[in-house]
């Protein structure tokens, strides 16, 4: 059985930084796609970031660009995101997924995580 689970998420001040991991059980994703994407009260669910198989790319939503950083490692079948320098438009539940390619993240993904929150307080 295929399993994305998150953590990392929680309560930070504005300007903090939280790790998220997701870990993936279950099968080998080391030639997959994976990506960030998170869903705020009301809104629908938004790109963050994706990284390639090889981790050799790497692609940012507009508004994370230079704070976040998204990295993967293969022998533990996990990618994370770092978040430094968060704002308080950043608050949401957080997913990662995983898609054979990047461009099939966000419709078409395989697998998705249960999420995990990510509060910032002013």
């Known amino acids: 059985q295929v399993q994305l689970v998150e953590s990392g998420g929680g309560l930070v001040q504005a300007g903090g930084s939280l790790r998220l991991s997701c870990a993936a059980s279950?099968?080998?994703?080391?030639?997959?796609?994976m990506g960030w994407f998170r869903q705020a009260p009301g809104k629908e669910r938004a790109f963050v970031a994706a990284?390639?198989?090889?981790?050799?790319?790497?692609y940012y939503a507009d508004s994370v660009k230079g704070r976040f950083t998204i990295s993967r490692d293969n022998a533990k079948n996990t990618v994370y995101l770092q978040m430094n320098s968060l704002k308080p438009e950043d608050p949401a539940v957080y997913y990662c997924?995983?898609?054979?390619?990047?461009?099939?993240?966000?419709?078409?993904?395989?697998?998705w995580g249960q999420g995990t929150q990510v509060t910032v307080s002013s």
């Open positions: 279950g099968r080998t994703f080391s030639s997959y796609a």
């Open positions: 997924a995983v898609a054979r390619v990047v461009g099939s993240l966000a419709h078409e993904a395989d697998y």
């Open positions: 990284i390639s198989w090889s981790g050799g790319n790497t």
